[in-house]
Protein backbone atom coordinates (compact mmCIF):
# COMPACT_ATOMS: atom_id res chain seq x y z
CA UNK A 1 0.00 0.00 0.00
CA UNK A 2 1.23 3.10 -0.95
CA UNK A 3 1.09 6.33 1.27
CA UNK A 4 -1.06 8.12 -0.83
CA UNK A 5 -3.13 5.25 -0.62
CA UNK A 6 -3.43 5.07 3.11
CA UNK A 7 -4.40 8.82 3.75
CA UNK A 8 -7.71 7.91 0.50
CA UNK A 9 -8.27 4.91 3.08
CA UNK A 10 -8.43 7.23 6.07
CA UNK A 11 -10.10 10.02 4.77
CA UNK A 12 -12.87 7.45 3.01
CA UNK A 13 -13.38 6.00 6.26
CA UNK A 14 -14.39 9.56 8.14
CA UNK A 15 -16.24 11.11 5.76
CA UNK A 16 -20.47 10.75 4.53
CA UNK A 17 -19.52 10.85 1.00
CA UNK A 18 -16.40 8.59 0.42
CA UNK A 19 -16.61 8.98 -3.02
CA UNK A 20 -15.91 12.64 -3.23
CA UNK A 21 -12.53 11.83 -2.20
CA UNK A 22 -9.15 12.65 -3.99
CA UNK A 23 -5.85 12.15 -3.28
CA UNK A 24 -3.28 13.33 -5.16
CA UNK A 25 0.51 12.70 -4.87
CA UNK A 26 3.04 15.31 -6.12
CA UNK A 27 6.69 13.47 -5.71
CA UNK A 28 9.82 15.30 -5.28
CA UNK A 29 13.15 13.92 -4.80
CA UNK A 30 13.36 13.77 -1.43
CA UNK A 31 9.75 14.73 -0.25
CA UNK A 32 6.27 14.48 -1.76
CA UNK A 33 3.11 16.32 -1.32
CA UNK A 34 0.07 14.21 -0.42
CA UNK A 35 -3.00 16.72 -1.38
CA UNK A 36 -6.48 15.41 -0.30
CA UNK A 37 -9.72 16.80 -1.39
CA UNK A 38 -13.05 16.36 0.46
CA UNK A 39 -16.63 17.58 -0.41
CA UNK A 40 -16.96 21.00 1.62
CA UNK A 41 -19.50 19.21 3.78
CA UNK A 42 -17.09 16.19 4.89
CA UNK A 43 -14.28 19.39 5.47
CA UNK A 44 -15.31 19.20 9.57
CA UNK A 45 -14.89 16.07 9.49
CA UNK A 46 -11.46 15.39 8.35
CA UNK A 47 -10.18 18.18 9.61
CA UNK A 48 -11.71 17.56 13.32
CA UNK A 49 -12.20 19.66 16.68
CA UNK A 50 -8.94 21.74 16.95
CA UNK A 51 -7.50 20.10 14.27
CA UNK A 52 -6.81 16.78 16.08
CA UNK A 53 -8.14 14.36 13.11
CA UNK A 54 -5.69 16.07 10.50
CA UNK A 55 -2.78 15.93 13.00
CA UNK A 56 -3.46 12.44 13.89
CA UNK A 57 -3.23 11.54 9.95
CA UNK A 58 -0.47 13.69 9.60
CA UNK A 59 1.51 11.37 12.28
CA UNK A 60 0.20 8.62 10.60
CA UNK A 61 1.76 9.83 7.18
CA UNK A 62 5.17 10.90 9.29
CA UNK A 63 5.81 7.75 10.70
CA UNK A 64 4.44 5.91 7.06
CA UNK A 65 7.18 7.87 5.26
CA UNK A 66 9.44 7.75 7.71
CA UNK A 67 10.02 3.57 7.03
CA UNK A 68 10.14 4.26 3.49
CA UNK A 69 13.20 6.86 4.16
CA UNK A 70 10.84 9.69 2.79
CA UNK A 71 9.54 13.10 3.52
CA UNK A 72 6.03 13.52 3.09
CA UNK A 73 3.77 16.84 3.62
CA UNK A 74 -0.21 16.32 3.84
CA UNK A 75 -2.48 19.17 2.04
CA UNK A 76 -6.31 19.39 2.76
CA UNK A 77 -7.58 20.95 0.07
CA UNK A 78 -10.89 23.11 0.18
Known amino acids: ?17 PDDVVVNEIEGEQSSVIELRVSKDD ?18 LSAASTKLKKRAVLDIIE
Open 1 to 17: MSISELIEYMAKALVDN
Open 43 to 60: LGKVIGKQGRTARAMRTI
